[in-house]
């Protein structure tokens, strides 16, 4: 996928965009996109 597509370099950038949604005004559910990404990660292992 890439040079960054590490587990620790994707939940950094699921979180930040979680962040900075919310600060934008849109409605976001905190940790679920960081849930869903380590069940996927954990499945594929």
Known sequence: MGENSYPSSVFTLLSAL???LHE???EVAHGRGLSAAQA???GSR
């Open 18 to 20: 979680e962040t900075i």
């Open 24 to 26: 934008e005004g849109y």
């Open 40 to 42: 996927v990660i954990a």
